[in-house]
């Protein structure tokens, strides 16, 4: 099956990037969010991403018009989802939350819609019965900055259907990913799975008083000739989406130190609206961070 009418679920700093890169790819596409607000702050951070698609890949300004002029936005869930061929699920990384709104969507998509999660680091199968279709149900992972890291990780469960696994990975092809299937359920992907213990690692040293962000940073840059260290790359990602990693963790494992991480990025950067690159200021400050000067590495 190919998609015509797709629906990004969740406009977040990912949802917003999926969203503008499949209209791109001449896909009409619905971003649904909670509220109008959220829409409107959706379409600033894509406003945004015109001059980073220009800079970065040379888009032309009528290709990046006519990307806008496939995009509309939602606030009815009923209503983004009625004309839906896929829809790729970009809510907060919580299971209670993503159960939620599958349990809602489930009731309003039509029968022929396939469900996908781009959920960093939890498994189709923690809430494949709420789709009510896990046959039409799988992963399907973005990386952030996706015009430029543009690996896309489809990952099956156990119930998926082939037919709709080869779909999706055709699907993200089509939109310019690098397609990496995955053939069984595993934590956190290939990406994440490198990735995440070296930020958690990270949130440790720094929660427990062993170094601070600029040293740990630095001490990964120079060691690996890196050139961003894991706070850094937090605030690529974003750090509600790391808060809600950490909180995940701490419940799942009732480690204290995850309960920390978790603690600290709530209250001194979630709560403060320091959420990472998107915002201006997370861990470091925008749009130029201390990584970056030319003396950070020496010394």
């Given at each position: 099956?190919?998609?015509?009418?797709?629906?990004?679920?969740?406009?977040?700093?990912?949802g917003s990037q999926i969203a503008f890169q499949t209209a791109l790819h001449g896909f009409s596409v619905t971003v649904y969010d909670i509220n109008d607000e959220a829409l409107e702050r959706a379409k600033g951070r894509i406003e945004k991403l015109k001059p980073r698609y220009t800079e970065d890949l040379g888009t032309s300004?009528?290709?990046?018009?006519?990307?806008?002029?496939?995009?509309?936005?939602?606030?009815?869930?009923?209503?983004?989802?009625?004309?839906?061929?896929?829809?790729?699920?970009?809510?907060?990384?919580?299971?209670?939350?993503?159960?939620?709104?599958?349990?809602?969507?489930?009731?309003?998509?039509?029968?022929?819609?396939?469900?996908?999660?781009?959920?960093?680091?939890?498994?189709?199968?923690?809430?494949?019965?709420?789709?009510?279709?896990?046959?039409?149900?799988?992963?399907?992972?973005?990386?952030?900055?996706?015009?430029?890291?543009?690996?896309?990780?489809?990952?099956?469960?156990?119930?998926?259907?082939?037919?709709?696994?080869?779909?999706?990975?055709?699907?993200?092809?089509?939109?310019?990913?690098?397609?990496?299937?995955?053939?069984?359920?595993?934590?956190?992907?290939?990406?994440?799975?490198?990735?995440?213990?070296?930020?958690?690692?990270?949130?440790?040293?720094?929660?427990?008083?062993?170094?601070?962000?600029?040293?740990?940073?630095?001490?990964?840059?120079?060691?690996?000739?890196?050139?961003?260290?894991?706070?850094?790359?937090?605030?690529?990602?974003?750090?509600?989406?790391?808060?809600?990693?950490?909180?995940?963790?701490?419940?799942?494992?009732?480690?204290?130190?995850?309960?920390?991480?978790?603690?600290?990025?709530?209250?001194?950067?979630?709560?403060?609206?320091?959420?990472?690159?998107?915002?201006?200021?997370?861990?470091?400050?925008?749009?130029?961070?201390?990584?970056?000067?030319?003396?950070?590495?020496?010394?």
């Open positions: 099956m190919s998609y015509t009418n797709i629906l990004i679920a969740g406009s977040g700093v990912l300004n009528e290709e990046l018009e006519a990307a806008w002029g496939r995009l509309t936005f939602q606030s009815d869930l009923a209503q983004a989802a009625a004309d839906a061929d896929l829809v790729i699920e970009s809510v907060p990384e919580s299971v209670p939350v993503k159960i939620e709104f599958y349990e809602k969507l489930a009731k309003v998509a039509p029968a022929h819609t396939v469900f996908a999660t781009n959920s960093s680091t939890l498994l189709p199968s923690q809430f494949v019965d709420a789709t009510g279709r896990p046959e039409k149900f799988l992963a399907l992972h973005f990386a952030n900055e996706i015009w430029k890291n543009n690996t896309s990780e489809i990952m099956r469960h156990p119930g998926t259907d082939e037919q709709v696994f080869q779909d999706v990975v055709n699907f993200a092809k089509q939109i310019g990913m690098v397609a990496l299937p995955l053939q069984k359920e595993q934590p956190g992907y290939i990406v994440n799975s490198l990735l995440v213990p070296l930020l958690s690692s990270a949130q440790k040293l720094l929660v427990t008083g062993v170094a601070d962000i600029e040293t740990i940073d630095k001490t990964w840059m120079v060691g690996t000739g890196a050139p961003v260290g894991p706070f850094g790359m937090l605030d690529i990602v974003g750090i509600n989406t790391a808060y809600h990693i950490a909180k995940t963790r701490a419940e799942q494992t009732g480690d204290a130190d995850y309960q920390a991480v978790a603690d600290l990025l709530k209250t001194e950067y979630v709560d403060k609206g320091k959420l990472g690159k998107a915002t201006g200021e997370g861990f470091y400050t925008y749009p130029n961070p201390s990584y970056r000067e030319p003396g950070f590495l020496r010394g």
